[in-house]
């Protein structure tokens, strides 16, 4: 299955040159970030999976618009093959959410206690400090989601995706982060996952996560996702580019027809695979 890591290397491409693409290339070489494991994690333990996602942007903890695309992508593929999926919204993107997808709940510490597996889309990981920060090295207040990875029961497996460092689940990468990434030091998040995703945006590492699990199982859930309509709705609901920090039909500052490109370059890749 090693082929599925072509849809890994689409995402990572660094598009923002925020260092994610220095740091996908280390971690991929030493073999600490793929899609292979955790695609099979997720076909193999299939009954119950929370998707974890929210990130709010200072100054006024607006949600924004990495993340829940890649959240309501997984969570329309893996309810397409049948599978018990909820997404678990941080507050600043919870009616957004709710609106286009009506299993969002918000997030309670005992809610994921029972789920297999947990993925945490773009959502806020402590740092050192025990702060939490924006790529600028801001502090923000987000809900901690991430106390799910933290705190996570025997058994269960924990996929973390993101983009910048500060997320939960980078801190199984932080020596990388801290290298490539601007004030890695600071905004590192401690938080580890049993298995991370990097990308270049955390939606794109998601869509390739759902990627491969299509080419593992011959069929295309790329297919029937509309991301301009979701990032529309998104838009409506007030939800902001992370990094031009106001409403935009973009996701960190990557303009709607890149990310169409980027989009469907991944579905097609999906179909080269399928039909290799
Ligand atoms: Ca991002």
Known sequence: MQEVEALLQIANIDL???????????????????????????????????????????????????????????????????????????????NALKSLWEKTTRYTIDITKRNKVIVSIEVPGRAMDGKYYSMRGIEIFPENLDEVLFRKSEGQI?????????????????????????LGEKISSVVPADYIITGGTSNWAAYALVGAISVMI?????????????????????????????????????????LEKMFNLIKSTVDMLINK
């Open 16 to 94: 923002g040159q925020r260092g994610i693409g220095k740091v996908f290339s280390e971690a991929y070489l030493s073999k600490r970030v793929s899609l292979t494991e955790p695609a099979r994690k997720l076909l193999e333990f299939s009954d119950d999976v929370t998707i974890l996602v929210g990130f709010p942007i200072p100054p006024k903890g607006i949600g924004e618009t990495d993340g829940p695309l890649g959240a309501l992508c997984l969570a329309l593929a893996l309810e397409d093959l049948g599978i018990n999926v909820k997404i678990v919204s941080e507050k600043s993107v919870f």
């Open 218 to 258: 011959s069929k295309n859930l790329l297919k029937k996702f509309d991301e301009n309509y979701y990032l529309r709705a998104l838009y409506e609901s007030g939800l902001i580019d992370g990094v031009i920090g106001e409403k935009s039909m973009s996701v960190d500052g990557i303009p709607h027809a890149i």
């Open 158 to 182: 924990t996929i973390g995706i993101g983009d910048g460092g500060n997320e939960a689940g980078m801190g199984k990468i932080r020596d990388l982060i801290i290298k490539h990434i601007d």
